[in-house]
C-alpha cells in the first residue's frame, strides 16, 4: 500500500463545479489504475472513475456526462473534475491505486467531503 492524498472537497451550489486531486508518492511507478470512489450516509461505496497508467478511463453512471477524469501517472496524480453536480453526489470521495496488480497492495486515501447544497 502507498500513502494517498485527496484535495479539493468543499461545498458547493446544485450546478456547479469542483476539482478534485489525488497523489500517491511519486516513485510508486507499479500503480497501474488509479481513480475515484464515493460514499454518501448510509450508502454503500460506489465507482466513479477510474484511469489506467495508459489513459483508459472507466466511469460509473452516476458519473457518466458529467465528470471527467485525468491523470499525470510521471507524478501519479490524477485529478476528477465535476461538473454540473447535483445534490446526490454529496458524499466522502476516496482516491484509490491498484498498487500495479498486486494482490493486498490496493491503496485508499482518507477521502475528502463532498457537500452540494440547493
Known amino acids: 500500500q502507498v500513502q494517498l492524498v485527496e484535495s479539493g472537497g468543499g461545498l458547493v451550489q446544485a450546478g456547479g463545479s469542483l476539482r478534485l486531486a489525488c497523489a500517491a508518492p511519486e516513485k510508486s511507478s507499479s500503480i497501474n489504475i488509479m481513480g475515484w470512489y464515493r460514499q454518501a450516509p448510509f450508502k454503500q461505496r460506489e465507482l466513479v472513475a477510474t484511469?489506467?497508467?495508459?489513459?483508459?478511463?472507466n466511469y460509473g453512471d452516476p458519473a457518466k456526462g458529467r465528470f471527467t477524469i485525468s491523470r499525470d501517472s510521471t507524478k501519479n496524480k490524477v485529478y476528477l473534475q465535476m461538473n454540473s453536480l447535483k445534490l446526490e453526489d454529496t458524499a466522502v470521495y476516496y482516491c484509490y491505486a491498484d498498487g500495479g496488480g498486486v494482490p493486498g497492495m490496493d491503496s485508499w486515501g482518507r477521502g475528502t467531503l463532498v457537500t452540494v447544497s440547493s
Open positions: 484511469i489506467t497508467s495508459g489513459g483508459t478511463a
